[in-house]
């Protein structure tokens, strides 16, 4: 009558783990794509990009000489 299903489950190094039908899980390949496609960030804080063809102030300039 009120026959309870036990939930899939798996045992792995870490413990049990439950099986959620629909859900893939992450592998190893998916999780170094994900690295792989995240943008690199400096190690050290950058310097302003305040001269030549990308100093703003110089295009404010009214008189070239």
Known sequence: ???EVAPAS????IG???LVSGVAPITPALRMAIRADTPLLPKKPQRAID??????NARNQIELF
């Open 16 to 18: 049990v783990q439950m």
């Open 1 to 3: 009558m009120n026959a």
């Open 51 to 56: 001269h030549g063809l990308f100093d703003l």
């Open 10 to 13: 798996e045992q792995t190094p």
